[in-house]
């Protein structure tokens, strides 16, 4: 069993940044990939950034190419969500999950755990 719980979210402007982490309890967090999604209101679930269960490896939507990146460090059972330049389509609710999977899914019903959301809000 995991419990993750994010953090970090809040209002910014436009091309401004946030770190947002996902803590994770239990002993066992480095078994699992983990995933970055968001959910705007009327909208989909949609993936955002994974990261494999080691760090080794990173995914990134088209969206987040290039202004987003994932991190963990397996010591703290933490994922962090480094996100730059950000623009008011990013606003949304964004959720960290985990799963015991091969590889990092973009689809959230891989995912067996997830964290409570925390709001990002983009705007002047």
């Known amino acids: 069993q995991v419990q993750l719980v994010e953090s970090g979210g809040g209002l910014v402007q436009p091309g401004g940044s946030l770190r947002l982490s996902c803590r994770a309890s239990g002993r066992t967090f480095n078994k699992y990939n983990v995933g970055w999604f968001r959910q705007a209101p009327g909208l989909e679930r949609e993936f955002v950034a994974g990261?494999?269960?080691?760090?080794?490896?990173?995914d990134n939507a088209d969206s987040a190419k290039g202004r987003f990146a994932v991190s963990r460090d397996n010591t703290k059972s933490t994922v962090y969500l480094h996100m730059n330049s950000l623009k008011p389509e990013d606003t949304a609710v964004y959720y960290c999950?985990?799963?015991?999977?091969?590889?990092?899914?973009?689809?959230?019903?891989?995912?067996?755990?997830w964290g409570q959301g925390t709001q990002v809000t983009v705007s002047s």
């Open positions: 990261i494999s269960r080691g760090g080794g490896s990173t």
């Open positions: 999950a985990a799963g015991d999977i091969v590889d990092i899914s973009h689809r959230h019903t891989q995912y067996t755990y």
